[in-house]
Protein backbone atom coordinates (compact mmCIF):
# COMPACT_ATOMS: atom_id res chain seq x y z
CA UNK A 1 0.00 0.00 0.00
CA UNK A 2 1.63 3.64 -1.08
CA UNK A 3 0.84 6.57 0.94
CA UNK A 4 -1.77 7.75 -1.48
CA UNK A 5 -3.60 4.49 -0.64
CA UNK A 6 -2.68 5.16 2.51
CA UNK A 7 -4.19 8.41 2.82
CA UNK A 8 -7.56 7.07 1.20
CA UNK A 9 -8.26 3.93 3.33
CA UNK A 10 -7.78 6.40 6.78
CA UNK A 11 -10.04 9.47 5.27
CA UNK A 12 -12.33 6.69 4.78
CA UNK A 13 -12.41 5.18 7.99
CA UNK A 14 -14.72 6.04 10.91
CA UNK A 15 -15.17 4.65 14.50
CA UNK A 16 -12.91 5.48 17.26
CA UNK A 17 -9.71 5.22 15.38
CA UNK A 18 -10.82 7.87 13.27
CA UNK A 19 -11.50 9.88 16.09
CA UNK A 20 -8.63 9.84 17.57
CA UNK A 21 -6.74 11.06 14.43
CA UNK A 22 -8.86 13.64 14.07
CA UNK A 23 -8.56 15.05 17.65
CA UNK A 24 -4.61 14.63 17.01
CA UNK A 25 -4.85 17.03 13.92
CA UNK A 26 -6.08 19.83 16.25
CA UNK A 27 -2.78 20.54 17.60
CA UNK A 28 0.04 19.17 14.98
CA UNK A 29 2.74 17.53 16.74
CA UNK A 30 6.65 17.64 15.91
CA UNK A 31 7.01 13.76 15.54
CA UNK A 32 10.01 11.81 15.21
CA UNK A 33 10.55 8.74 13.06
CA UNK A 34 13.69 7.45 13.20
CA UNK A 35 13.41 4.67 10.81
CA UNK A 36 13.15 6.85 7.61
CA UNK A 37 13.95 4.66 5.06
CA UNK A 38 11.04 1.91 5.80
CA UNK A 39 8.79 2.14 3.38
CA UNK A 40 6.19 1.61 6.06
CA UNK A 41 7.10 4.99 8.06
CA UNK A 42 7.54 6.59 4.83
CA UNK A 43 4.39 6.29 4.07
CA UNK A 44 2.81 7.17 7.58
CA UNK A 45 4.93 9.97 7.29
CA UNK A 46 3.01 11.02 4.06
CA UNK A 47 -0.36 10.21 5.70
CA UNK A 48 0.45 11.93 8.98
CA UNK A 49 1.34 15.13 7.18
CA UNK A 50 -1.65 14.90 4.53
CA UNK A 51 -3.83 14.48 7.62
CA UNK A 52 -2.40 17.79 9.44
CA UNK A 53 -1.57 15.59 12.37
CA UNK A 54 1.99 15.90 12.81
CA UNK A 55 5.20 17.98 11.02
CA UNK A 56 7.34 14.52 10.56
CA UNK A 57 10.89 14.77 11.59
CA UNK A 58 12.64 11.49 9.64
CA UNK A 59 16.08 9.92 10.95
CA UNK A 60 17.95 7.67 8.83
CA UNK A 61 19.02 8.00 5.30
CA UNK A 62 20.90 10.92 2.99
CA UNK A 63 18.01 13.40 2.71
CA UNK A 64 18.48 13.44 -0.91
CA UNK A 65 17.23 10.17 -1.16
CA UNK A 66 14.64 10.54 1.34
CA UNK A 67 13.46 13.82 -0.99
CA UNK A 68 13.36 11.64 -4.31
CA UNK A 69 11.13 8.84 -2.40
CA UNK A 70 8.68 11.87 -0.94
CA UNK A 71 8.17 13.28 -4.16
CA UNK A 72 7.72 9.97 -6.20
CA UNK A 73 4.48 9.89 -3.14
CA UNK A 74 3.31 13.25 -4.52
CA UNK A 75 4.80 14.57 -1.50
CA UNK A 76 6.50 18.18 -1.31
CA UNK A 77 9.59 17.41 -0.13
CA UNK A 78 10.13 20.72 1.98
CA UNK A 79 7.05 19.62 4.28
CA UNK A 80 9.27 17.54 6.29
CA UNK A 81 12.30 17.74 8.09
CA UNK A 82 15.21 14.96 6.70
CA UNK A 83 18.26 14.14 9.06
CA UNK A 84 20.89 12.35 8.76
CA UNK A 85 21.85 10.96 12.07
CA UNK A 86 25.42 10.68 10.96
CA UNK A 87 25.91 14.34 10.16
CA UNK A 88 23.12 16.22 12.30
CA UNK A 89 25.26 19.10 14.22
CA UNK A 90 22.77 18.33 17.17
CA UNK A 91 24.26 15.22 17.78
CA UNK A 92 27.20 16.91 19.82
CA UNK A 93 24.93 18.59 22.21
CA UNK A 94 22.73 15.39 22.19
CA UNK A 95 25.74 13.23 22.89
CA UNK A 96 26.68 15.75 26.11
CA UNK A 97 23.46 16.01 27.79
CA UNK A 98 23.56 12.04 27.58
CA UNK A 99 26.99 11.93 29.03
CA UNK A 100 25.87 14.34 32.17
CA UNK A 101 22.94 11.77 32.85
CA UNK A 102 24.48 8.23 32.35
CA UNK A 103 28.33 9.33 33.47
CA UNK A 104 27.07 7.62 37.12
CA UNK A 105 26.20 4.45 35.02
CA UNK A 106 29.80 4.45 33.74
CA UNK A 107 29.41 5.81 30.33
CA UNK A 108 32.01 7.51 28.95
CA UNK A 109 32.20 10.83 26.71
CA UNK A 110 33.10 8.86 23.32
CA UNK A 111 30.69 6.18 23.90
CA UNK A 112 27.98 8.67 24.17
CA UNK A 113 29.26 10.50 20.95
CA UNK A 114 28.59 7.22 19.48
CA UNK A 115 25.50 6.81 20.73
CA UNK A 116 24.34 10.02 19.81
CA UNK A 117 24.76 9.06 16.29
CA UNK A 118 22.13 6.37 16.56
CA UNK A 119 18.83 7.42 14.45
CA UNK A 120 16.95 6.21 17.48
CA UNK A 121 19.25 7.57 20.32
CA UNK A 122 19.23 10.95 17.98
CA UNK A 123 15.71 11.24 18.12
CA UNK A 124 14.62 10.58 21.45
CA UNK A 125 17.78 13.01 22.51
CA UNK A 126 15.70 15.74 20.31
CA UNK A 127 12.48 14.63 22.50
CA UNK A 128 14.43 15.28 25.91
CA UNK A 129 15.71 18.51 24.45
CA UNK A 130 12.07 19.88 23.48
CA UNK A 131 13.45 19.97 19.80
CA UNK A 132 10.31 17.68 18.55
CA UNK A 133 7.22 16.68 20.67
CA UNK A 134 7.25 12.77 20.50
CA UNK A 135 9.04 10.16 18.85
CA UNK A 136 7.74 6.67 17.57
CA UNK A 137 9.81 4.34 16.30
CA UNK A 138 10.50 0.45 16.47
CA UNK A 139 9.58 -0.51 12.84
CA UNK A 140 12.86 -1.69 12.22
CA UNK A 141 14.02 -2.11 15.93
CA UNK A 142 13.38 -4.19 19.06
CA UNK A 143 11.48 -2.33 21.76
CA UNK A 144 14.48 -2.92 24.04
CA UNK A 145 16.61 -0.32 21.94
CA UNK A 146 13.26 1.54 21.84
CA UNK A 147 13.31 1.19 25.81
CA UNK A 148 16.80 1.89 26.12
CA UNK A 149 16.77 5.00 24.18
CA UNK A 150 13.73 6.67 25.81
CA UNK A 151 15.29 5.63 29.49
CA UNK A 152 19.06 7.43 28.30
CA UNK A 153 17.64 10.67 27.42
CA UNK A 154 13.57 10.78 28.57
CA UNK A 155 14.13 9.10 31.61
CA UNK A 156 10.47 8.37 34.38
CA UNK A 157 7.55 11.02 34.59
CA UNK A 158 7.27 12.20 38.10
CA UNK A 159 5.73 9.45 40.64
CA UNK A 160 6.19 6.37 38.59
CA UNK A 161 9.20 3.91 39.73
CA UNK A 162 8.99 1.64 35.78
CA UNK A 163 8.02 2.19 32.42
CA UNK A 164 4.79 -0.20 31.59
CA UNK A 165 3.10 -0.69 28.51
CA UNK A 166 -0.19 -0.82 27.76
CA UNK A 167 -3.08 -1.91 25.08
CA UNK A 168 -5.80 0.11 24.29
CA UNK A 169 -8.93 -2.52 23.33
CA UNK A 170 -11.28 -0.57 20.99
CA UNK A 171 -14.24 -3.34 20.92
CA UNK A 172 -16.03 -3.88 17.70
CA UNK A 173 -19.46 -2.68 16.57
CA UNK A 174 -22.65 -4.30 18.56
CA UNK A 175 -20.36 -5.46 21.30
CA UNK A 176 -21.48 -5.94 24.45
CA UNK A 177 -19.08 -3.75 26.01
CA UNK A 178 -18.97 -0.19 24.13
CA UNK A 179 -15.93 1.73 25.95
CA UNK A 180 -12.76 1.42 25.39
CA UNK A 181 -10.35 -0.93 27.85
CA UNK A 182 -7.01 -0.52 28.54
CA UNK A 183 -5.01 -3.74 29.43
CA UNK A 184 -1.63 -3.21 31.47
CA UNK A 185 0.58 -4.22 31.90
CA UNK A 186 0.62 -6.17 28.56
CA UNK A 187 4.03 -5.44 27.22
CA UNK A 188 7.30 -4.99 29.14
CA UNK A 189 7.68 -6.46 32.90
CA UNK A 190 7.09 -10.03 33.68
CA UNK A 191 6.80 -10.12 37.50
CA UNK A 192 6.19 -6.30 38.93
CA UNK A 193 6.25 -5.67 42.43
CA UNK A 194 4.02 -4.50 44.65
CA UNK A 195 5.59 -0.93 44.09
CA UNK A 196 5.88 -1.58 40.34
CA UNK A 197 2.39 -2.91 40.23
CA UNK A 198 0.88 0.83 41.87
CA UNK A 199 3.40 2.76 39.48
CA UNK A 200 1.84 0.68 36.33
CA UNK A 201 -1.75 1.63 37.63
CA UNK A 202 -1.09 5.41 38.22
CA UNK A 203 1.09 5.34 34.81
CA UNK A 204 -2.47 3.54 32.45
CA UNK A 205 -4.56 6.05 34.44
CA UNK A 206 -2.64 8.61 32.81
CA UNK A 207 -2.86 6.74 29.73
CA UNK A 208 -6.30 6.85 29.30
CA UNK A 209 -7.06 9.91 30.28
CA UNK A 210 -4.56 11.26 27.48
CA UNK A 211 -5.82 9.12 25.11
CA UNK A 212 -10.00 8.64 25.91
CA UNK A 213 -10.26 12.11 27.96
CA UNK A 214 -11.68 10.83 31.20
CA UNK A 215 -10.52 9.63 34.30
CA UNK A 216 -10.67 6.19 34.05
CA UNK A 217 -12.46 3.29 36.74
CA UNK A 218 -9.20 0.76 37.69
CA UNK A 219 -10.01 -3.21 38.70
CA UNK A 220 -7.02 -4.78 40.05
CA UNK A 221 -7.20 -8.09 38.56
CA UNK A 222 -7.51 -11.53 40.10
CA UNK A 223 -8.69 -15.17 40.67
CA UNK A 224 -10.92 -13.90 43.60
CA UNK A 225 -13.56 -11.20 44.07
CA UNK A 226 -13.61 -9.28 47.47
CA UNK A 227 -12.04 -12.04 49.46
CA UNK A 228 -13.88 -15.12 47.69
CA UNK A 229 -10.64 -17.18 47.53
CA UNK A 230 -8.32 -16.26 50.83
CA UNK A 231 -5.00 -15.84 49.18
CA UNK A 232 -1.88 -14.31 49.40
CA UNK A 233 -2.09 -12.95 45.21
CA UNK A 234 -5.17 -12.27 45.89
CA UNK A 235 -5.03 -9.55 49.16
CA UNK A 236 -1.96 -8.19 47.02
CA UNK A 237 -4.34 -6.95 44.48
CA UNK A 238 -6.63 -5.80 47.17
CA UNK A 239 -3.45 -3.78 48.65
CA UNK A 240 -2.59 -2.71 45.16
CA UNK A 241 -6.07 -1.04 44.75
CA UNK A 242 -5.73 0.58 48.60
CA UNK A 243 -2.82 1.86 47.80
CA UNK A 244 -4.15 3.53 44.35
CA UNK A 245 -7.04 4.96 46.11
CA UNK A 246 -4.61 6.58 48.32
CA UNK A 247 -3.17 8.29 45.32
CA UNK A 248 -6.74 10.03 44.67
CA UNK A 249 -8.03 7.02 41.58
CA UNK A 250 -10.73 5.65 41.23
CA UNK A 251 -9.52 2.09 42.31
CA UNK A 252 -10.99 -1.64 43.34
CA UNK A 253 -9.70 -4.90 43.92
CA UNK A 254 -9.06 -7.56 44.20
CA UNK A 255 -11.74 -8.54 41.18
CA UNK A 256 -12.28 -11.35 38.75
CA UNK A 257 -12.66 -10.04 35.26
CA UNK A 258 -16.21 -10.84 35.25
CA UNK A 259 -17.38 -8.71 37.65
CA UNK A 260 -15.07 -6.13 36.82
CA UNK A 261 -16.75 -5.64 33.47
CA UNK A 262 -20.66 -7.36 33.43
CA UNK A 263 -22.97 -4.83 35.85
CA UNK A 264 -24.82 -8.31 36.28
CA UNK A 265 -21.79 -9.86 37.51
CA UNK A 266 -21.10 -7.33 39.82
CA UNK A 267 -24.42 -6.88 41.01
CA UNK A 268 -24.05 -9.95 42.80
CA UNK A 269 -20.38 -10.14 43.96
CA UNK A 270 -19.61 -7.08 44.82
CA UNK A 271 -22.80 -4.55 44.79
CA UNK A 272 -20.36 -1.65 46.78
CA UNK A 273 -17.96 -1.79 44.28
CA UNK A 274 -17.01 1.52 42.59
CA UNK A 275 -15.33 -0.09 39.95
CA UNK A 276 -17.74 -3.31 39.34
CA UNK A 277 -19.34 -3.69 36.24
CA UNK A 278 -17.79 -0.60 35.04
CA UNK A 279 -13.86 -1.07 34.66
CA UNK A 280 -12.08 1.02 32.18
CA UNK A 281 -8.61 -0.24 33.08
CA UNK A 282 -7.70 -3.80 33.68
CA UNK A 283 -4.74 -3.57 35.71
CA UNK A 284 -3.03 -7.33 35.54
CA UNK A 285 -1.09 -9.15 38.27
CA UNK A 286 1.72 -10.13 35.26
CA UNK A 287 2.81 -9.85 32.34
CA UNK A 288 2.15 -13.41 31.39
CA UNK A 289 -1.65 -12.86 32.00
CA UNK A 290 -1.81 -9.36 30.30
CA UNK A 291 -0.48 -10.64 27.40
CA UNK A 292 -2.59 -13.81 27.28
CA UNK A 293 -5.75 -11.52 28.11
CA UNK A 294 -5.13 -8.99 25.73
CA UNK A 295 -4.55 -11.81 22.84
CA UNK A 296 -7.39 -13.27 23.66
CA UNK A 297 -9.95 -10.29 23.58
CA UNK A 298 -8.40 -9.27 20.08
CA UNK A 299 -8.01 -12.61 18.76
CA UNK A 300 -11.28 -14.47 20.00
CA UNK A 301 -12.99 -11.00 21.09
CA UNK A 302 -12.67 -9.31 17.56
CA UNK A 303 -11.38 -5.61 19.96
CA UNK A 304 -8.77 -4.22 17.50
CA UNK A 305 -5.31 -3.97 19.93
CA UNK A 306 -3.51 0.12 19.79
CA UNK A 307 -0.31 -0.15 21.12
CA UNK A 308 1.95 -1.38 23.10
CA UNK A 309 1.48 2.32 24.27
CA UNK A 310 5.06 2.87 26.35
CA UNK A 311 4.04 4.32 29.50
CA UNK A 312 5.12 6.20 32.34
CA UNK A 313 7.93 8.19 30.58
CA UNK A 314 8.49 11.83 31.17
CA UNK A 315 8.01 12.58 27.16
CA UNK A 316 6.41 10.79 24.71
CA UNK A 317 8.76 7.40 22.86
CA UNK A 318 6.59 4.91 21.73
CA UNK A 319 7.38 1.49 20.60
CA UNK A 320 6.18 -0.30 17.31
CA UNK A 321 5.94 -3.94 16.35
CA UNK A 322 8.36 -4.76 13.92
CA UNK A 323 5.51 -6.47 12.00
CA UNK A 324 3.45 -3.04 12.20
CA UNK A 325 1.66 -1.79 9.20
CA UNK A 326 1.93 1.88 8.24
CA UNK A 327 -1.45 2.13 9.41
CA UNK A 328 -0.14 1.40 12.81
CA UNK A 329 2.56 4.19 12.93
CA UNK A 330 -0.69 6.15 12.13
CA UNK A 331 -2.61 5.23 15.01
CA UNK A 332 0.04 5.20 17.34
CA UNK A 333 1.36 8.75 16.19
CA UNK A 334 -2.18 10.10 17.04
CA UNK A 335 -2.36 8.27 20.58
CA UNK A 336 1.63 10.42 20.95
CA UNK A 337 -0.25 13.29 19.67
CA UNK A 338 -2.46 13.47 22.87
CA UNK A 339 0.15 12.47 24.81
CA UNK A 340 1.88 15.53 24.15
CA UNK A 341 -1.64 17.50 24.64
CA UNK A 342 -2.17 16.36 27.94
CA UNK A 343 1.43 17.05 28.95
CA UNK A 344 0.72 20.68 27.76
CA UNK A 345 -2.71 20.48 29.69
CA UNK A 346 -1.18 19.37 33.58
CA UNK A 347 1.61 21.76 32.18
CA UNK A 348 -0.68 24.70 32.23
CA UNK A 349 -2.99 23.29 35.35
Do not use: W
Not at 214 to 241: N, W, Y
Request: glycine share 10%; with cysteine.
Amino acid sequence: MTGPELLEMLREESGFTAQLRQRAAQDPMRLVLPEGEDPRVLDAAVALHALGMARPVLLMGAPARLRRRLAEQGADPEAFTLIDAAQDPRADAVAARLFERRRAKGLTQGEAKVLAREPLQLGAGLVAAGEADAMVGGAAHPTADVLRAALFHVGLAPGVTVVSGSFLMVPPPGHGIERPLLFADSAVVPQPDDDQLVSIGVASAATYRAVVGRQPRIACLSFSTKGSADHPAARRMAEVARRLRARGLVADGELQLDAALVPSVAAGKCPDSPVGGFAEVLLFPDLGAANIGYKLAQRLGGFAALGPILQGLARPVFDLSRGCKAADIVNTAAIAALFCRAGEESGRA
